[in-house]
């Protein structure tokens, strides 16, 4: 037998030596991963989901606070508008009330005065309604079973006007006042008489209108309403309608003069 | 052509092993886990710490995995981090260290001739014999075939301690062996 290298007997059985690992090493080993490396892959893709998810928490948060950044700033606007509103109308509240007052005569509504001073002595209810809502046919739904609430609350719905409308509804009872004062003082009044008062009331109307939201900027296009001078038809229409039959023959003739 | 598709089957049980495949993994670890414990076993001094250090060898083969270039030899790569992993582990236990001894170039060409075969476990308790520096650079030369060169870049020795403690360990395990078997000196 020829003598064996030793140095390649030892490689040749220690390369083909093979040791079977215990039974629990896939076990321990994958109780090594999961405590650091193995699913590492996963790991990484849950990091990085995770990481997007937050990204995107993030940025959607951010969005969120800037659309109620914006909306906080229009509610703001919008409130300004409402404190404004009210300062525009310089609440004539005194001449409001005459106003709903003669309005109520002129169109001869069924509604007494004892009916008015109800609704001034149930403040509350009045107002409680008209913040609930608008809506008449809701509002005599509402409060079907109590007549005197419901005229209240029609006479408060009908003062609910536009700060303009106000104003013209005013100066419509100031200038059929003054005529008929001069009717009662000169038992006539003149077409030059009433197309000036037409035409004062008229430029009051249009100079309290030049002011936009009590923001003491001037409007341009009420501006030149006011230099053309022009009285609306409407507004005289109303005047006229107020006067009622007996300046029939004037109105026509102030018409006329227009056309 | 059994070694093409063998080759082809490490490609799809890598990719499958990369992309965090159980099965794969588990196929992977059964078809290696064997050759890389003995590995493990010729640096550690008991089969327990030898599989400690395999699992955490395994750890990196995993982890490592895409970073494989399907050049070279896929079991020569394993085999690579098992043994660096031994080393890791010897140098952890401060179990490596290398004395600076001058030997003459002759003595390097000594070879050793045995009569009979020797069994790999009586072999095992031989190595186990030897000093942990004589052991790693025994192994690394002549069972793993690195060069002292490479050994030295390995373990931060210089090539002359690589030299030297190989001249050790051939010495050592002669006069070991010659204890039990009959033993005849030559030269290269």
Same mark, same amino acid.
């Given at each position: 037998?020829?003598?064996?290298?030793?140095?390649?007997?030892?490689? +040749?059985?220690?390369?083909?030596?093979?040791?079977?690992?215990?039974?629990?090493?896939?076990?321990?080993?994958?109780?090594?991963?999961?405590?650091?490396?193995?699913?590492?892959?996963?790991?990484?893709?849950?990091?990085?989901?995770?990481?997007?998810?937050?990204?995107?928490?993030?940025?959607?948060?951010?969005?969120?606070?800037?659309?109620?950044?914006?909306?906080?700033?229009?509610?703001?606007?919008?409130?300004?508008?409402?404190?404004?509103?009210?300062?525009?109308?310089?609440?004539?509240?005194?001449?409001?009330?005459?106003?709903?007052?003669?309005?109520?005569? +002129?169109?001869?509504?069924?509604?007494?005065?004892?009916?008015?001073?109800?609704?001034?002595?149930?403040? #509350?209810?009045?107002?409680?309604?008209?913040?609930?809502?608008?809506?008449?046919?809701?509002?005599?739904?509402?409060?079907?079973?109590?007549?005197?609430?419901? !005229?209240?609350?029609?006479?408060?719905?009908?003062?609910?006007?536009?700060?303009?409308?106000?104003?013209?509804?005013?100066?419509?009872?100031?200038?059929?006042?003054?005529?008929?004062?001069?009717?009662?003082?000169?038992?006539?009044?003149?077409?030059?008489?009433?197309?000036?008062?037409?035409?004062?009331?008229?430029? +009051?109307?249009?100079?309290?209108?030049?002011?936009?939201?009590?923001?003491?900027?001037?409007?341009?296009? !009420?501006?030149?309403?006011?230099?053309?001078?022009?009285?609306?038809?409407?507004?005289?229409?109303?005047?006229?309608? /107020?006067?009622?039959?007996?300046?029939?023959?004037?109105?026509?003739?102030?018409?006329?003069?227009?056309? | 052509?059994?070694?093409?598709?063998?080759?082809? &089957?490490?490609?799809?049980?890598?990719?499958? !092993?990369?992309?965090?495949?159980?099965?794969?993994?588990?196929?992977?670890?059964?078809?290696? /886990?064997?050759?890389?414990?003995?590995?493990?076993?010729?640096?550690?001094? &008991?089969?327990?710490?030898?599989?400690?250090?395999?699992?955490?060898?395994?750890?990196?083969?995993?982890?490592?995995?895409?970073?494989?270039?399907?050049?070279?030899?896929?079991?020569?790569?394993?085999?690579?981090?098992?043994?660096?992993?031994?080393?890791?582990?010897?140098?952890?236990?401060?179990?490596?260290?290398? #004395?600076?001894?001058?030997?003459?170039?002759?003595?390097?060409?000594?070879? !050793?001739?045995?009569?009979?075969?020797?069994?790999?476990?009586?072999?095992?308790?031989?190595?186990?014999?030897?000093?942990?520096?004589?052991?790693?650079?025994?192994?690394?030369?002549?069972?793993?075939?690195?060069?002292?060169?490479?050994?030295?870049?390995?373990?931060?020795?210089?090539?002359?301690?690589?030299?030297?403690?190989?001249?050790?360990?051939?010495?050592?395990?002669?006069?070991?062996?010659?204890?039990?078997?009959?033993?005849?000196?030559?030269?290269?």
């Amino acid at each position: 037998m020829e003598p064996i290298k030793f140095e390649d007997h030892i490689r +040749e059985q220690l390369q083909e030596r093979e040791i079977q690992p215990s039974k629990d090493a896939w076990k321990k080993l994958n109780l090594q991963s999961n405590k650091s490396v193995l699913p590492l892959k996963r790991k990484y893709g849950y990091a990085i989901a995770a990481s997007i998810v937050g990204l995107l928490i993030v940025s959607s948060l951010l969005f969120v606070n800037q659309d109620f950044d914006q909306d906080k700033t229009t509610i703001v606007n919008e409130n300004k508008t409402q404190i404004k509103e009210p300062k525009e109308e310089i609440i004539p509240v005194s001449k409001i009330e005459k106003v709903v007052v003669a309005e109520e005569k +002129e169109t001869k509504t069924k509604i007494s005065e004892n009916q008015i001073k109800d609704k001034t002595t149930k403040p #509350k209810i009045v107002k409680n309604t008209i913040i609930a809502t608008t809506d008449n046919k809701i509002i005599a739904s509402e409060n079907s079973q109590e007549p005197s609430i419901i !005229a209240s609350v029609e006479t408060t719905n009908k003062t609910i006007k536009s700060p303009e409308e106000l104003l013209i509804d005013l100066k419509i009872n100031e200038v059929v006042a003054e005529i008929n004062l001069l009717q009662k003082e000169n038992n006539s009044v003149t077409v030059d008489e009433i197309e000036e008062l037409l035409i004062k009331a008229q430029s +009051e109307i249009h100079s309290k209108n030049l002011f936009v939201n009590n923001s003491k900027k001037v409007d341009a296009t !009420a501006l030149l309403e006011t230099v053309e001078t022009e009285l609306e038809t409407s507004f005289r229409e109303k005047v006229f309608d /107020a006067l009622g039959e007996r300046f029939k023959k004037v109105r026509t003739a102030v018409l006329e003069r227009d056309q | 052509m059994k070694v093409v598709s063998l080759h082809k &089957n490490y490609k799809s049980l890598i990719s499958k !092993a990369i992309k965090g495949d159980d099965k794969a993994q588990h196929q992977m670890f059964e078809l290696f /886990a064997p050759k890389m414990l003995s590995i493990c076993r010729q640096y550690v001094k &008991n089969n327990v710490l030898a599989e400690e250090v395999m699992l955490s060898g395994f750890l990196k083969v995993f982890t490592h995995l895409d970073s494989f270039k399907s050049e070279g030899s896929f079991e020569g790569w394993i085999r690579r981090i098992m043994v660096n992993e031994s080393i890791s582990q010897l140098r952890k236990e401060k179990k490596l260290q290398f #004395k600076e001894e001058e030997i003459s170039e002759n003595s390097l060409n000594l070879v !050793a001739y045995i009569e009979t075969e020797i069994e790999v476990n009586e072999i095992q308790k031989m190595i186990d014999q030897l000093p942990e520096g004589y052991k790693t650079v025994f192994v690394l030369y002549v069972v793993e075939g690195y060069k002292h060169s490479e050994i030295s870049e390995m373990l931060g020795i210089s090539e002359g301690t690589s030299k030297s403690q190989l001249f050790k360990a051939r010495k050592m395990l002669q006069k070991s062996i010659n204890k039990e078997n009959g033993i005849s000196y030559g030269t290269h």
